[in-house]
């Protein structure tokens, strides 16, 4: 999850968020914010705050990421009064609970899915089986069975399922070894030709399954017939929106192909526990940070 807020003068898309789970934790937040009008965002690299304009009239869409859509299910009015075009990204990997440790179980996270699909269609809901991680319990083969698994449970609720590798960011590696100091865990990042072979079954699968896969920002390891990602995609939010949504010029790096956005979001805010975790230093500090937010408050 890596895209980048643009600049001013565009009608950009509302992530909510890449950084943390906020249908999980914050969803009184963020309707408190979409009703205000606006909310406070804090720079990632200079910290100074800015205001994004959340007025229906200055966005194009909304894309919410998420785990747990459960505890916002009551939140979607509201949402959909704005009347803008909203996807879930919802990630459900069937992790050991050693590596995902407080996220709902696969069983029940598939029956979210198929309730928000039932609802809204199939183009409303992604499935995100990221990030792909190989350890000692979960190796190319469990990959494999789980993901032909989960995608047979997903049959007709979804279109397209989002894959990524794990990156082995410094906060990563602290994080897996502090957990390998307790367990016999082990992990390992293995070459690019392992990867592409399980995205060639993977890629097989999903079709079988009635679903496009799709890559993210990782176009060194595409293989034929998988595609670019596009996690904020306009293509989609303009299917649901029945006509064409525009967001402005992107400012991603390279390998993304996102379409414009505004994430609201914050780092180490997310209690989820899922120990690769790329936007959380600890999960003693997002606990905290979860255990004192305060839903009235401007920024996350």
Known sequence: MTC???GSGTRPVLSASYKTDIPA????????RLQA???TVHNVWNNRPFTVDLRPHAL???????????????HMPAVDALGLPTVIQFTVTGYPRNLDRFVPDAYQAVEMIRTLAG?????????????????????PHWHRETFSRLAQDLRGAVNEVVVSFAQFYSKTRRSLARVAQHSHLTWHDPDDDTKKELL????????????ALSLCAQRHLLVPGLQDAACIDTERLSRLAGQAVITGSRSHRASCACAASKDIGAY????????????????VKAREAAQSHKAGQEAL
């Open 200 to 211: 060639g079954d993977f890629l097989a699968i999903a079709q079988d399954n009635g679903m």
């Open 60 to 74: 194009s869409g909304i894309v919410l990421w998420t785990r747990n859509i459960k505890p916002f299910l009551h």
């Open 268 to 283: 180490n805010t997310c209690p989820q526990g899922c120990i690769y975790c790329y936007a959380t230093t600890t999960h």
């Open 25 to 32: 934790f914050y969803g009184d937040w963020f309707v408190n």
């Open 4 to 6: 980048k807020e643009t």
């Open 119 to 139: 609802a809204r269609g199939s183009d409303a809901v992604v499935w995100r089986y990221d990030p792909i991680l190989f350890t000692s319990l979960t190796p």
């Open 37 to 39: 009008g606006h909310v």
